[in-house]
């Protein structure tokens, strides 16, 4: 069983900055791909970011692509997400999520552990 707990979720203005942690626990996060998803209010959770289990391989949605990055530090068990230049439409609840497939998958049903999500507003 892994636990994880996202972090690091706020308020800010368009065009602002924030980077969320994914902290791990439990069985060995970097044995683990692993993806950002998020959900708005009324609408279905889709997929953000997703980051192979050495950290050398990253793939990322075309809303995101340029303004967001994943990466990973497998001796703190903790993955993290940085956001730039946020838009209003970056509104959401992000999620991270640890998958045992190894194909790149940007589907929430093939992750096997979830966090309980951090909120991100971002004013316009």
């Known amino acids: 069983q892994v636990q994880l707990v996202e972090s690091g979720g706020g308020l800010v203005q368009a065009g602002g900055s924030l980077r969320l942690s994914c902290a791990a626990s439990g069985r060995t996060f970097g044995g683990y791909n692993m993806g950002w998803f998020r959900q708005a209010p009324g609408k279905e959770r889709e997929f953000v970011a997703w980051?192979?289990?050495?950290?050398?391989?990253?793939y990322y949605a075309d809303s995101i692509k340029g303004r967001f990055t994943i990466s990973r530090d497998n001796a703190k068990n903790t993955a993290y997400l940085q956001m730039n230049s946020l838009k209003a439409d970056d509104t959401a609840v992000y999620y991270c999520?640890?998958?045992?497939?190894?194909?790149?998958?940007?589907?929430?049903?093939?992750?096997?552990?979830w966090g309980q999500g951090t909120q991100v507003t971002v004013s316009s």
């Open positions: 980051i192979n289990r050495g950290g050398s391989s990253t």
């Open positions: 999520a640890l998958t045992q497939r190894l194909a790149r998958t940007i589907t929430a049903g093939q992750y096997d552990y």
